[in-house]
T-cell receptor, first 113, second 116 residues
Framework: DAKTTQPTSMDCAEGRAANLPCNHS???????VYWYRQIHSQGPQYIIH???NNETNEMASLIITEDRKSSTLILPHATLRDTAVYYC??????????????FGTGTRLTIIP | AAGVIQSPRHLIKEKRETATLKCYPI?????VYWYQQGPGQDPQFLIS???????DKGSIPDRFSAQQFSDYHSELNMSSLELGDSALYFC???????????????FGSGTRLTVV
């Protein structure tokens, strides 16, 4: 799976949009971009994923550049409960259930009151 | 909605003892993954099962073994425990869609294993 690069940490004011960048310059054509977050010592939580189109769900938006070498996760109105480590992961789609998620270092996002 | 259930939530064992961690995936999910997360570290993949067959193997010590049963629940067996095995152990489950695109894993709350 392609390697991803994320900032080690970021701060965001409560109520503002949190924009978390991720570089994945070696991503392959069949690899998806996934975002997960882990709130202290809890199990990682799925946020969103995409291939090449921008995606939005009730939690966040995912903006993928046209060349797919980078993406940005947007939390539109950050709350204190969004404080967590955010992981950007690229992974192929699979028919055989053998494509694990490989966690990198992630971005520690702190929401400031 | 049903989630991934892991048991026990907490476990304390002495060195050289054995431990068994259990994972009950979301109903109808056919794939189970095990991860280990040491203090201050990121989750590390251990092993996975798809339709009760081992599908992938990561940095799992030989002292550990796992299996997935006919009801799709999975157990991680750990023997000759060492202090370094103290960690959070997460199980995740997923359902591979018919056209092969995974819609995301659901993780359990984890088992905190402390080896003393």
């Amino acid at each position: 799976d392609a390697k991803t690069t994320q900032p080690t940490s970021m701060d965001c004011a409560e109520g503002r949009a949190a924009n978390l960048p991720c570089n994945h310059s070696t991503i392959s054509g069949n690899e998806y971009v996934y975002w997960y977050r882990q709130i202290h010592s809890q199990g990682p939580q799925y946020i969103i994923h995409g291939l090449k189109n921008n995606e939005t769900n009730e939690m966040a938006s995912l903006i993928i550049t046209e060349d797919r070498k980078s993406s940005t996760l947007i939390l539109p109105h950050a709350t204190l409960r969004d404080t967590a480590v955010y992981y950007c992961i690229v992974r192929v789609g699979s028919n055989f259930g053998n494509e694990k998620l490989t966690f990198g270092t992630g971005t520690r996002l702190t929401i400031i009151p | 909605a049903a989630g991934v259930i892991q048991s026990p939530r907490h476990l304390i064992k002495e060195k050289r003892e054995t431990a068994t961690l259990k994972c009950y995936p979301i109903p109808r999910h056919d794939t189970v993954y095990w991860y280990q997360q040491g203090p201050g570290q990121d989750p590390q993949f251990l092993i996975s099962f798809y339709e009760k067959m081992q599908s992938d193997k990561g940095s799992i010590p030989d002292r550990f073994s796992a299996q997935q049963f006919s009801d799709y629940h999975s157990e991680l067996n750990m023997s000759s425990l060492e202090l370094g095995d103290s960690a959070l152990y997460f199980c995740a489950s997923s359902l591979e869609a018919s056209f092969g695109i995974n819609y995301g894993y659901t993780f359990g709350s984890g088992t905190r294993l402390t080896v003393v």
